[in-house]
């Protein structure tokens, strides 16, 4: 009797036990199905590529661009502005001598006696008005690293908003801090106010955008961005003739767009093979050391390789 006792216990303590076990199971699996989903749920809105990113981009073109580097989507009429504001000015100031002769000519003969005094100061005067293109090109530099100072310190704030996002998409430590560090180094480079110089850093920070871009879902593959630094890149160096480092860039360049160009060959025939001999000749120019050739040519390859990049993000977009 008592045994059938102490087994009928035994059963009951193993029946709820069994229970327990598996209500824990159902348990654990409900919690389990809801972190996924709103896993899922976050990917999915992780994987559009985030504004910050995009204004870190813009920010440093900007700076390429305020110093009239191969930059993309240039915008040359602000150049050709500041040359026509300098014509114009040496244009008045040919203008206002030429009427002051004309002047000093026709009241000659009656203000002899004061001639010398007058040819004087008309010396020191036509000795201030040349140094005016100098002051005004000078004033132009000036505001050119006041709006590139204001864009680096905008650029550090965008790149703090950044980092949470870039993280959440397990980008690797390596890439976040070797940004940092260029991010650093491009703005104690601007203190110097040396064109070349922050070029070369700027493009150096850039080098680093194809694989952030590589963290998200893109319109277009970020190998574009790849091609445009190592372009831009091999450009800047042949302005302080380092050829071997710019034959370097050319080569990566050509690795690069072997690879890529199998991608969009297709569906984009024409802009590849225009994006395909603008490589060629680069190298070319860059192999004779032509610097002044490798700028120009550096430019026409910039714009093909934006023209690409175009056509593909408008081709997701249909």
């Given at each position: 009797m008592s045994?059938?006792?102490?087994?009928?216990?035994?059963?009951?303590?193993?029946?709820?036990?069994?229970?327990?076990?598996?209500?824990?199971?159902?348990?654990?699996?409900?919690?389990?199905?809801?972190?996924?989903?709103?896993?899922?749920?976050?990917?999915?809105?992780?994987?559009?590529?985030?504004?910050?990113?995009?204004?870190?981009?813009?920010?440093?073109?900007?700076?390429?661009?305020l110093l009239n580097g191969p930059s993309a989507k240039l915008d040359e009429d602000e150049q050709e502005k500041k040359q026509d504001i300098v014509k114009n000015e040496n244009g008045e100031q040919q203008n206002g001598e030429e009427q002051q002769n004309g002047e000093e000519q026709q009241n000659g003969g009656e203000q002899?006696?004061?001639?010398?005094?007058?040819?004087?100061?008309?010396?020191?005067?036509?000795?201030?008005?040349?140094?005016?293109?100098?002051?005004?090109?000078?004033?132009?530099?000036?505001?050119?690293?006041?709006?590139?100072?204001?864009?680096?310190?905008?650029?550090?704030?965008?790149?703090?908003?950044?980092?949470?996002?870039?993280?959440?998409?397990?980008?690797?430590?390596?890439?976040?801090?070797?940004?940092?560090?260029?991010?650093?180094?491009?703005?104690?480079?601007?203190?110097?106010?040396?064109?070349?110089?922050?070029?070369?850093?700027?493009?150096?920070?850039?080098?680093?955008?194809?694989?952030?871009?590589?963290?998200?879902?893109t319109p277009s593959s970020p190998e574009i961005k790849r091609i445009r630094h190592y372009t831009r890149n091999a450009v800047l160096n042949t302005m302080t003739e380092n050829w071997s480092q710019s034959e370097e860039d050319i080569e990566r360049l050509k690795s690069t767009w072997s690879f890529f160009k199998n991608t969009v060959q297709k569906k984009h025939p024409n802009s590849s093979n225009k994006l395909n001999y603008s490589i060629q000749e680069l190298e070319k120019v860059v192999k004779e050391k032509n610097q002044y050739l490798s700028n120009i040519k550096g430019r026409v390859l910039m714009n093909n390789i934006d023209a690409l990049e175009k056509e593909q993000e408008e081709n997701k977009q249909q």
């Open positions: 045994n059938s006792i102490s087994c009928i216990r035994k059963i009951s303590l193993l029946s709820i036990i069994f229970c327990i076990i598996l209500s824990s199971c159902a348990q654990n699996a409900e919690n389990a199905e809801e972190p996924q989903q709103q896993q899922i749920a976050t990917q999915e809105d992780a994987n559009e590529v985030p504004d910050e990113l995009k204004n870190i981009e813009t920010s440093v073109e900007k700076i390429i661009k002899q006696n004061g001639g010398e005094q007058n040819t004087g100061e008309n010396q020191k005067e036509n000795q201030e008005d040349e140094k005016k293109p100098d002051e005004n090109q000078k004033k132009i530099e000036e505001d050119e690293w006041d709006k590139i100072n204001s864009i680096i310190s905008k650029l550090h704030y965008q790149w703090n908003s950044f980092i949470p996002s870039a993280m959440k998409m397990n980008a690797p430590k390596d890439l976040i801090e070797s940004f940092s560090n260029s991010l650093n180094n491009l703005t104690n480079t601007i203190t110097v106010q040396n064109r070349v110089n922050t070029l070369l850093a700027s493009s150096s920070l850039y080098s680093h955008i194809p694989d952030l871009y590589m963290l998200y879902k």
